[in-house]
C-alpha cells in the first residue's frame, strides 16, 4: 500500500477530527457487511470523541445483538474493524466498538475489579496487580483507580501487559 502525505502509520500523531470522522465510516461500513452477513439486525451510531472514533451497535430488542456482545467477541471484532480501518486509511485506528452497551458493562465489570484490589490493600496488601487487558481496558483501569486516589501503572509487554495499583 501507498501512503500519501497525510496518511501515517505512526500512533502518536494524533488524527484530525476529520480523519476520526473517516474512520467512523468506514469502520461503520465494515461492521454493517457483517451484520448482514450474520443476518443480524443493528442500528449504528457514530461519534468522535477523546481523539478517538466510537462505532454503537444497538437493537430495541435486548436478545437480537447477543451473539455479538460478549466482550471477547466484541474485542475481537473491534480488532477486525480497526485493521480494516487502518488497510483504507493506512493510519494506525483506536476506534472502540460497542454493541448492545457491552463497554457500559466491562467498565462496570472494570470497577469492580479495582473495588476488589481496593479490598486487598485495605488488609494490608502493598499493591494490587490485575489480570492483562487490553490498552483501553487499562486506561479506563487508570481513570477509576485515580477516582479513588490511588496510583495506577501499567507493566508487561504485549499480551501480557497488566496494571498495578497501589496507594499513593
Avoid at 494506525?92 to 479490598?119: T, Y
Avoid at 486506561?139 to 490511588?150: P, Q, T
Wanted: charged letters at 30%.
Amino acid at each position: 500500500m501507498v501512503t500519501t502525505p497525510e496518511q501515517t502509520t505512526d500512533a502518536r500523531v494524533p488524527a484530525s477530527i476529520e480523519q476520526l470522522e473517516e474512520e467512523g465510516d468506514i469502520a461503520a461500513d465494515y461492521v454493517e457487511g457483517i451484520l448482514d452477513i450474520a443476518d443480524i439486525d443493528g442500528d449504528l451510531a457514530l461519534d468522535v470523541k477523546n481523539g478517538r472514533a466510537y462505532v454503537s451497535v444497538e437493537n430495541e430488542d435486548p436478545g437480537a445483538l447477543a451473539a455479538l456482545s460478549d466482550p471477547d467477541t466484541v474485542q475481537a471484532l473491534q480488532e477486525l474493524t480497526r485493521i480494516a480501518v487502518q488497510t483504507r486509511t493506512g493510519r494506525f485506528s483506536r476506534l472502540i466498538l460497542d454493541v448492545a452497551g457491552s463497554r457500559d458493562a466491562r467498565q462496570g465489570q472494570l470497577a469492580k475489579l479495582v473495588e476488589r484490589a481496593v479490598a486487598r490493600l485495605d488488609e494490608g496488601a502493598s499493591q494490587a496487580s490485575l489480570p492483562p487487558m487490553s490498552s483501553y481496558e487499562r486506561k479506563l483501569i487508570h481513570d477509576i483507580a485515580a477516582e479513588h486516589g490511588l496510583i495506577s501503572e501499567s507493566y508487561g509487554e504485549g499480551a501480557d501487559r497488566h496494571t498495578v495499583i497501589r496507594r499513593g
